[in-house]
């Protein structure tokens, strides 16, 4: 089995993120905390992108690194590709409150 390299600092993140390009259908270990998690990559994920550790539902809060920094605009399965296409920022908007 390939070892990839990913970064998962937070076992209450959803999301982890690439520290080199990742295949499609590659599983993948990530590690945090002591904890170990399977993911199998439905996409390609591209270095310093995301995907998503766990499924994420609509709306639901998207954590990295142990901060929210988004929403889900639609539901995402694990292995998927979090990026601007399914995830509302919620850090740096000058339209709402950043505590929302």
Do not use: P
Not at 43 to 62: M, N, T, Y
């Amino acid at each position: 089995m390939t070892a990839y390299k990913t970064i998962w600092l937070n076992t209450t993140d959803n999301v982890a993120t690439a520290l080199e390009e990742l295949a499609s259908g590659a599983t993948v270990t990530v590690q945090a905390d002591g904890r170990q998690e399977q993911v199998l990559l439905a996409q390609r994920i591209e270095f310093g992108h995301k995907f998503a550790v766990r499924s994420i539902l609509q709306g639901e809060d998207i954590c990295k690194y142990g901060q929210v920094i988004g929403a889900a605009v639609c539901d995402i399965r694990a292995g998927e590709h979090v990026h601007v296409h399914n995830l509302e920022g919620k850090r740096g908007r000058g339209d709402r409150n950043d505590n929302e």
